[in-house]
C-alpha cells in the first residue's frame, strides 16, 4: 500500500483491509472484486489485483507460509527488489538491502553521485552501495533508520547537514554540493486530456463495463469513458454555469439534447449500446501521472435490450453500484448520479 502513497493516505485503508484479511489465507479465499472494493480510491489498482495473486501463490506454493527470502519475494506478484528488500529486512531480519526514494537520495548525496540517478548506471551504483552497507545485525532497524534520515534530514530542498549523523561520511556535504545533487532529468510536462464519460441509464438501472488488463484501472467497473478531442467539445449540448466555484460542476443541458454522432458511434463501438439524448450532464477534473483532465459526464436513456449488452458489460442499481470496486472518479460519478435531483 506504500508503494505511490503517503503513510497519513494509507493508514484507514490498512486498518480497513487488515480487519478484514488478517493473513494469507482469507485474503487468497476473497474474490478479486471485494479486493479492489477496499482499495478504491488509494489508486494504482494493479498493486491490489497483484497482492491477490501473491496471496493465491503463496497458498499454491509455499502452504500458506510467507517467504523471507529476498529471491522468493520478488518472484511474487506485484513485488520488486526495493518492496523485497523492505519485507526480508523489516518482518524477517535478512541483510537485505533498500532503495527507494528517501535512500535513493541520501545514497547519491554520500558518494556525491553526480550522474542521473534514474539511470541504470546510477541504480546499480546505488544498489551495490545499498548492499555493501546493510550490516547482518539488525538489518532492518538499519534500512529504517536511513529511511527517516533521508525523509527527515536528508531532505530534497535544504537538507539539514548540520543535524546529520552522517555529515562526517558525507562526500556531498565535503564538496559543498548538498543543495545540488542528486541530479535528475525534469520532469515530463502535464498534458491536459479531454474525456467523454456515458452513464446509460435504463429505469433505475445502469450499464458498466469491466475494464481489461491493459487499461487504466484494469479490473474495475466504469461506464463507457473515452478521450476526445478538444475540438469534439465545442458541439456538446453544454453551457458552464458562470457561477460555478467547485471542482464538481453540473452543466446545464437544453431538454432533450441529443449527444453528437461521432460520440454515439463510440458509444456503441465500445459496448453496443444506442443512446438517447442527455438528461443531464457534470464536469470535474483530476490528475493521474502526468494528465490533467476533464471529465465531461452525460446521463443518457439507453435503448439496449437485457440479451443484447456486450461481453463483460452489465446492468445495475443503485444500491449494487454502492458496492461495485470503482476508480476514485467512477465513485465521484456514481456519487452525482445518486445526488442529483431526478
Not at 487488515?18 to 471485494?34: E, G, I
Not at 529511511?147 to 535544504?158: K, L, N, T, V, Y
Not at 488488463?213 to 478521450?227: L, P, T
Request: glycine share 4%; hydrophobic share 40%; proline share 6%.
Amino acid at each position: 500500500m506504500l508503494q505511490q502513497t503517503t503513510v497519513a493516505a494509507v493508514v484507514p485503508y490498512f486498518e480497513r483491509f487488515t480487519a478484514k484479511f488478517p493473513d494469507v489465507r482469507s485474503l487468497a479465499a476473497a474474490h478479486v472484486d471485494d479486493v479492489l472494493r477496499l482499495w478504491e480510491g488509494l489508486g494504482y489498482y494493479s498493486r491490489a489485483r497483484n497482492l491477490h495473486k501473491a496471496a493465491l501463490l503463496i497458498q499454491q506454493n509455499h502452504d500458506g507460509v510467507f517467504p523471507a527470502d529476498a529471491q522468493l519475494l520478488q518472484a511474487l506478484p506485484g513485488i520488486g527488489r526495493y518492496t523485497a528488500g523492505a519485507i526480508a529486512s523489516f518482518a524477517f531480519a535478512q541483510p537485505a538491502p533498500i532503495v527507494e526514494a528517501n535512500t535513493e537520495r541520501l545514497y547519491a548525496r554520500l558518494i556525491a553521485l553526480s550522474a542521473d540517478v534514474r539511470s541504470t548506471a546510477s541504480q546499480r551504483t546505488l544498489w551495490d552501495f545499498a548492499t555493501t552497507i546493510v550490516p547482518k545485525n539488525r538489518p532492518g532497524d538499519f534500512n529504517q533508520a536511513l529511511m527517516d534520515i533521508g525523509s527527515q534530514i536528508c531532505r530534497p530542498q535544504e537538507p539539514d547537514c548540520e543535524r546529520c549523523p552522517l555529515n562526517s561520511c558525507c562526500a556531498a556535504f565535503a564538496l559543498g554540493q548538498q543543495r545540488e545533487l542528486p541530479h535528475r532529468k525534469p520532469r515530463v510536462p502535464i498534458t491536459a486530456v479531454d474525456e467523454i464519460c456515458v452513464v446509460i441509464r435504463r429505469r433505475d438501472r445502469y450499464l458498466l463495463r469491466r475494464r481489461e488488463n491493459g487499461e487504466r484501472w484494469a479490473g474495475m467497473w466504469d461506464f463507457v469513458r473515452f478521450e476526445v478531442e478538444a475540438s469534439e467539445l465545442e458541439h456538446l449540448p453544454i453551457t458552464t454555469p458562470q457561477t460555478a466555484r467547485t471542482s464538481q460542476r453540473s452543466l446545464l443541458t437544453a431538454p432533450q439534447s441529443p449527444l453528437p454522432d461521432k460520440i454515439r458511434c463510440q458509444v456503441q463501438a465500445q459496448i453496443g449500446a444506442t443512446v438517447g439524448d442527455v438528461v443531464a450532464a457534470m464536469e470535474f477534473r483530476y490528475s493521474v501521472t502526468r494528465y490533467r483532465v476533464c471529465l465531461k459526464s452525460f446521463l443518457c436513456d439507453g435503448t439496449l435490450a437485457a440479451n443484447e449488452i456486450a461481453d463483460g458489460t452489465q446492468w445495475f442499481n443503485s444500491a449494487e453500484l454502492a458496492e461495485l470496486p470503482l476508480s476514485k472518479t467512477g465513485r465521484r460519478v456514481v456519487e452525482w448520479l445518486t445526488n442529483r435531483v431526478t
